[in-house]
């Protein structure tokens, strides 16, 4: 297993920013990335996935891991359920296709989510009513300063909107090898919550959806309204949707009748931050090479060569002009390194 020397980071970041590791390593089982921590003496290192929720704004000085630990498999079936595992640099998308060919659901409503399995967890993906929690069983790690392996069950996980312990007070700890996940096999529960499934079904003349129906619909409404980042660089939404509590909701109503809302946690209320960035007058325009893109306002894109610096120039700004038209501080939903 060898450590390589100033590797370019532009293709493994769907952002396609330059940005160099310094140290790059890839590591294709648990025990090879046990061998590569071994070796290493330097500052924790750093794990990349897909590289599809990370803003580089500079090189990278400490060690880079990339995650190819592949594998898919049907542990165990009971009863209407299937318990399947997944290596952490699986392809998440393919995952669910392969999930999807096995008749396995669960996941349909997230396909087309860019990254791998093993950053899933991480944030919590979730997309059109389903989060990943919601069909989590448990996940394996290497913890990066011992080399140890750790097991970790939901409530470890400590899961919560597009955010997990991963992102807190482990962040940086582990890297994440393993995911299980309790899937259906029969009976499965579709969920069409998110209007424009229903539309998107609805169109398509489809009245008794099942999960390769919905997997289809949700891949035609990303596919429309998020770009590809094989033609514009991207990492999916910039920011987290903010909540906010009744209270301050309520003034805002006043001020801004026409504006989106849905229920939140108890006593708050969620607001599209797509919503707020497109009332600002971003959406659709750019600085230099960074965006804000045309068909979604929470999307910030690379239209060329924009720097990460750049990026998060952009993404300053947008936070500045919503946080004084509406009084809300936007948070970033990307990893920014
Ligand atoms: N909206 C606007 N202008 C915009 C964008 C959105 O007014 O430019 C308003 C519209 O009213 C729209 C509403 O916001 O109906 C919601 O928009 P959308 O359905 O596109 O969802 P979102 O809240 O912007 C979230 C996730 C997405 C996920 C979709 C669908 C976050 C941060 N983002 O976006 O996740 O695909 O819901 O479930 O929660 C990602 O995390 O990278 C991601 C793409």
Redesign the pocket.
């Known amino acids: 297993m060898d450590i390589l020397e100033n590797v370019s980071l532009r293709q493994l970041n769907t952002f396609g920013i330059e940005a160099n590791a310094r140290y790059y390593a890839e590591v294709h089982s648990t025990a090879g990335l046990q061998e590569i921590l071994l070796q290493w003496r330097g500052a924790a290192p750093f794990i990349l996935g897909g590289g599809s929720?990370i803003l580089f704004t500079g090189n990278v000085e400490r060690l880079v891991i990339r995650n190819c630990i592949r594998g898919r498999e049907i542990i165990r079936r009971d009863a209407g359920r299937a318990w399947v595992a997944a290596g952490g640099g699986e392809n998440w998308h393919e995952f669910v296709l392969w999930c999807l060919d096995n008749g396995l659901g669960g996941i349909e409503n997230l396909s087309l989510?860019p990254g791998t399995v093993g950053a899933a967890p991480i944030q919590n993906?979730?997309?059109?009513?389903v989060e990943l929690q919601d069909v989590f069983h448990s996940l394996e790690a290497t913890e990066l300063s011992s080399g140890m392996e750790h097991a970790f069950g939901r409530e470890a996980c400590r899961f919560g909107?597009?955010d997990s312990v991963f992102k807190g007070p482990l962040r940086g700890v582990y890297c994440i090898t393993r995911v299980v996940l309790e899937l259906s096999t029969e009976g499965h529960k579709i969920n069409t919550s998110?209007g424009?499934i229903r539309e998107m079904l609805e169109n398509r003349g489809i009245s008794d959806p099942g999960i390769r129906d919905v997997s289809e619909a949700v891949m035609a409404i990303?596919r429309s309204?998020?770009p590809d980042p094989a033609l514009i660089g991207n990492?999916?939404?910039f920011?987290?949707?903010p909540e906010v509590p009744h209270w301050q909701f309520e003034q805002l109503k006043a001020l801004f009748p026409g504006i989106?809302h849905y229920p939140a946690g108890e006593g708050l209320v969620k607001i599209?931050?797509?919503?707020l960035?497109?009332q600002c007058g971003w959406?659709g325009q750019r600085i230099g090479d960074a965006g804000c893109y045309e068909?979604?306002?929470?999307?910030l894109v690379n239209h060329g060569r924009a720097s990460g610096a750049e990026l998060l120039q952009l993404a300053q700004e947008i936070v500045d002009s919503v946080a004084e038209k509406f009084g809300i501080r936007l948070a970033p939903?990307v990893n920014v390194v």
Do not use: C, D, M, T
């Open positions: 929720n989510i993906i979730g997309a059109y009513g909107y597009r998110y424009a990303r309204k998020l990492a999916g939404s920011f987290k949707n989106v599209p931050a797509g919503w960035i497109e959406k068909k979604q306002a929470l999307v939903e």
